[in-house]
């Protein structure tokens, strides 16, 4: 509950409550402001900083004066590439597809209970298509992994926040166009607050630091980019990009290159993900190898709204 003053006419609030400490005579700040409501006292004023952001996973307890998280941002894991297939004895040569991105977070802020235990949790990303030893065209699947675990925020008091699902990883197996990864989706089961101010003065809806640079935004992850093909022995083609994370905002691993119809070359494998994006698909060459799914990630403070 805020506290007010008359200013000029006008009710303002005040955010930090001082008294002069006779001893120092240096302001003192006052912490916690209490009145008397009928013959009981009745807290009407607390102060609490905004805590600095923070990555850490696992058990987490809030803070006792906070009641509320905002959530910088989040994504859940990425889907791997799959690798490239040498079909000469089919006639054509088919390259991976981009493995599927994960949901995300971007600035949204959520009510929490001030000393309840947080479990945050985030996974790895899905490893990309076989890798390079595997014989050309054998049959072998060389299909890109799925994220490991949802990205995820649940507490003793609150329940479930929020569970952003993983990126699934592109397939590729013998005889087939490669297909893309499809992205995760978004469940936001917290109580979400989009608007309100800090005891220490901060407007949330101000909070715009997030990949999206806007405040309040979630949402699924994105599918890759499909495989890619080529008719004729030793024809050449590219592998496909990973899907993009936090809605375009962070690109996905770019697929291999087409390589020159000789030997393996590294440049054909996919490239990986970052934050939450898909892996590339690898080139046709040989079969060259996926690029892993970008792992989960989370960023966030604890509040307390007047």
């Not at 985030?122 to 890798?131: E, I, L």
């Not at 990009?241 to 936090?246: E, F, L, N, P, T």
């Not at 697929?255 to 046709?284: F, L």
Request: charged share 10%; hydrophobic share 30%.
């Amino acid at each position: 509950m805020p506290v007010y003053v008359k200013d000029g006419g006008v009710w303002r609030t005040i955010d930090r409550v001082y008294v002069r400490d006779a001893t120092s005579f240096t302001n003192k700040t006052v912490n916690n402001v209490y009145i008397k409501d009928g013959g009981s006292w009745r807290e009407v004023f607390i102060i609490y900083d905004t805590t600095s952001f923070s990555t850490t996973t696992g058990t987490v307890p809030v803070p006792s004066l906070a009641n509320a998280i905002h959530v910088e941002y989040a994504a859940a894991a990425g889907g791997g590439g799959s690798g490239g297939m040498d079909y000469d004895s089919r006639g054509y040569e088919d390259a991976g597809a981009g493995g599927g991105s994960g949901a995300f977070i971007s600035d949204k802020v959520f009510s929490v209970t001030g000393g309840e235990t947080l479990t945050i949790v985030t996974g790895t990303g899905g490893a990309g298509g076989n890798p390079i030893g595997d014989p050309p065209g054998d049959g072998t699947s060389r299909s890109g992994g799925n994220g490991s675990a949802a990205t995820t925020v649940s507490g003793t008091s609150s329940g479930s926040l929020f569970n952003l699902a993983v990126g699934i990883g592109a397939t590729s197996t013998y005889n087939s166009v490669a297909v893309a990864g499809t992205g995760g989706l978004a469940t936001i089961s917290g109580t979400t607050l989009t608007s309100g101010t800090t005891v220490d003065g901060l407007d949330i809806t101000t909070f715009t630091s997030g990949p999206l640079s806007a405040f309040n935004q979630s949402g699924n992850g994105a599918s890759g980019s499909g495989g890619n093909r080529c008719s004729g022995d030793n024809c050449n083609v590219g592998g496909a990009d990973g899907a993009d994370s936090y809605s375009g905002n962070v690109a996905g691993g770019t697929g291999g290159d087409a390589g020159n119809g000789g030997s393996y070359e590294s440049g054909q494998v996919g490239n990986p993900g970052t934050r939450g994006s898909g892996g590339g698909g690898g080139g046709t060459e040989q079969g060259a190898p996926g690029g892993a799914g970008a792992p989960g990630e989370i960023s966030y403070r604890f509040l307390r709204i007047a």
